[in-house]
């Protein structure tokens, strides 16, 4: 599964990294994206996503068995960044410019 699909879905998860076994961000969907959001985090939406545990909503953001350390890292920066901004720890600007919060 991709993260464009993992934020339609209408579940409460737990952001997990399984590169350095630390951050967790809780995470509640759907979340729509407006286009400046497309734009700014078109990489990370492409990333896969791997759901541990259904019942806890546990999800290893980057799969990266078959990458290289520069590219893990960068990869993992992303996508923190990408779900801390998606559960509110950016700028209430960025916020309004990433994320479309009308039903």
């Known amino acids: 599964m991709k993260v464009r699909d ?4 209408e579940i409460d998860i737990d952001v997990y990294d399984n590169v350095g076994d630390g951050f967790e961000i ?3 969907g759907p979340l729509k994206l407006t286009a400046d959001g497309e734009k700014k985090f078109a990489d990370v939406l492409d990333y896969d ?3 541990q545990n259904w019942m806890d909503g546990a999800v290893a953001v980057v799969d990266v068995d078959d990458e290289d350390y520069d590219v893990m890292e960068r990869k993992l920066e992303e996508a923190r960044s990408f779900f801390y901004s998606a559960a509110g720890y950016c700028s209430e ?3 309004k410019l990433w994320f479309d919060e009308e039903e």
């Open 6 to 9: 993992l934020i339609q879905m």
């Open 26 to 28: 809780a995470f509640c």
């Open 49 to 51: 996503v791997e759901i």
């Open 93 to 95: 600007e960025n916020y």
